[in-house]
């Protein structure tokens, strides 16, 4: 199962974690196990939380924007014109 997760963290040293975790005792592997399953699930929380404000920004973007319409604001054409005049 490492192999998988190596490509992510290739400095991280199994052997040297193997060593330390020898000098545990099983209650203290257990609770590091209890610990490391809950910090994925808050991790999975805040992946899911984030892909959602992602999609609602993803929506908002793709939504079409009303203020070109909107008399006085210029267009794009209209500030090229005006980048133009200057440059004369």
Known sequence: MSDN?????PEFDESELRNKLAGFSR???VNMLVYSYKLRRVIEKW?????????????IIATPSSIPGMPGIPTSDDIRRMIEGDEN
């Open 27 to 29: 209650e203290e592997i």
């Open 47 to 59: 992946a899911d939380e984030d892909s959602k404000k992602l999609r609602k920004i993803q929506e």
């Open 5 to 9: 997760l190596d490509k992510y963290v």
